[in-house]
């Protein structure tokens, strides 16, 4: 077991969700922190909340999909606290539809913040995590970066993305040596709003809703979203000090790992049946 105690700690997507409780549990358990996001007045929160907790707390706007911004913020971490020990990939997106009947747009807004978010958060950073000589990067993939779902290709592409991405990155940092472990999340059902901001999004996108989607949406929240997101921060962080390469999120995750290992042909199948039941607001 290691502690994050006086650890340097970079997150993205901090202004909500796990990545707000995410910065919480670590000001809790004594880190100092770095919190990004494209929501000014949420991240403005999320920092409040942390100082009150007694943590350093350094604040930036980054839209994680910017690569050059991306890679300037690294450099003003670095200079800020002199070191940067654990990067915290968290920021994404929900969205999508059938292949059908999603655009490219879809695919490319999707894909820009959490494939190529983790990328570029991942890569701007390795250099100063080698450097620390003790650190950790933590990529947020998903229960579908397991499973993959129908009416979710952008979303499902991106996360299994994430999850082969870190677990490629994790054998080539034992290959080397490097003095940086690696850790992929795979969340289940966490209480967040990321599925309603998509939902909301493509509205204001121009796209129309049928009541069978409307409640298909609503069952999702409902019977999927359940558990608290401080609570999924508090596993996320349980398993970076016990330095666990997969950290799986939730009872559902865990029975879906299982069911994907045990049983690869027939879990498309109920995958499928339980679409229908959603689109029918079952």
């Known amino acids: 077991m290691s502690s994050v105690r006086g650890k340097v700690a970079v997150i993205t997507g901090a202004g909500s969700g796990i990545g707000r409780q995410l910065a919480l549990e670590l000001a809790k358990r004594g880190a100092r922190l770095a919190l990004s996001d494209v929501d000014e007045p949420a991240l403005g929160e999320t920092a409040d909340r ?7 707390v ?10 050059a911004a991306v890679e300037a ?7 800020h606290f002199g070191v940067v020990h654990q990067v915290y990939n968290n920021a994404g997106v929900a969205g999508g539809s059938t292949v059908l009947d999603s655009t490219w747009a879809d695919y490319d807004r999707v894909l820009s913040i959490n494939l190529f978010g ?5 890569k701007a950073f390795m250099p100063h995590l080698i450097a620390s000589g003790d650190g950790h990067v933590v990529n947020v993939s998903s229960l579908n970066g397991i499973m993959g779902q129908g009416r979710m290709t952008a979303y499902c ?3 299994f993305g994430v999850r082969g991405f870190t677990e490629s990155l994790r054998a080539e940092l034992l290959a080397a040596g490097a003095p940086v472990q690696v850790s992929v999340v795979h969340p289940g059902g966490v209480r967040t709003n990321i599925a309603t901001a998509a939902f909301e999004h493509a509205r204001a996108q121009g796209q129309e809703f049928t009541p069978a989607d409307e409640a298909r949406h609503r ?4 019977k999927l979203l359940r ?23 939730g009872n559902d995750a ?14 498309p199948v109920l995958a499928a049946r339980a679409e229908r039941r959603f689109a029918g607001g079952a």
């Open 50 to 56: 942390a100082e009150a907790l007694g943590a350093e």
């Open 58 to 67: 350094h604040t930036a706007r980054l839209d994680v999909s910017d690569r």
């Open 73 to 79: 913020y690294a450099t003003a971490v670095a200079g």
């Open 118 to 122: 983790v990328l570029h958060g991942t």
């Open 157 to 159: 592409t991106s996360k």
């Open 219 to 222: 069952a999702y929240n409902e």
């Open 227 to 249: 558990m608290p997101p401080e609570q999924a921060a508090r596993i996320v962080v349980d398993g970076v000090e016990a330095g666990r390469p997969r950290i799986l999120v």
């Open 254 to 267: 865990k029975a879906v790992d299982l069911l994907v290992r045990l049983a690869p042909r027939l879990y």
